[in-house]
């Protein structure tokens, strides 16, 4: 099924906002959400790239550029891929992670780095099998 890809605008917010929520299964404070989603549109190191089919947003990706001290080397976080569970199986999430390394090599990165929730076995697979590897373990505390 062909796709498009272009840069998400201020104008996507609502349907990131579902797709986000889809990914998480929850919703979010819709306010909060578009302000902080505004905020990263402006920010150099941030990224986002949107999927489409027939016109409508069923994918996004998001990337973000660091200089992690300890790994001495600019790295690409891939902070959200999401697909609408329907288009799923379609190569939309490998053409929306092989564009987010193609950015990422383009901007210097030597590596990628992704979180994945530990119950998305699904998610494991997919990114096992494009050639990501299981290296740490991710800790968090809410403030």
Not at 58 to 77: D, K, R, S
Not at 102 to 108: H, P, T, V, Y
Not at 115 to 124: F, M, N
């Amino acid at each position: 099924m062909p796709c498009e890809l272009r840069p998400a605008t201020p104008a996507d917010t609502d349907a990131v906002y579902g797709l986000i929520c889809e990914l998480k299964q929850k919703e979010y404070d819709r306010q909060t959400f578009a302000a902080g989603f505004a905020a990263n549109l402006n920010t150099p190191s941030q990224r986002y790239q949107l999927a489409l089919v027939n016109g409508e947003i069923v994918g996004l990706i998001g990337l973000q550029m660091m200089f992690p001290l300890n790994l001495n080397c600019w790295i690409g976080e891939i902070q959200e891929l999401v697909i609408l569970p329907q288009m799923r199986g379609l190569n939309i999430g490998q053409q929306l992670l092989t564009w987010a390394e193609e950015e990422a090599r383009q901007r210097g990165a030597s590596l990628m780095e992704l979180s994945s929730g530990k119950v998305r076995t699904d998610a494991h697979r997919f990114y096992l099998r494009e050639g990501y590897q299981q290296s740490h373990f991710r800790f968090k505390k809410t403030l």
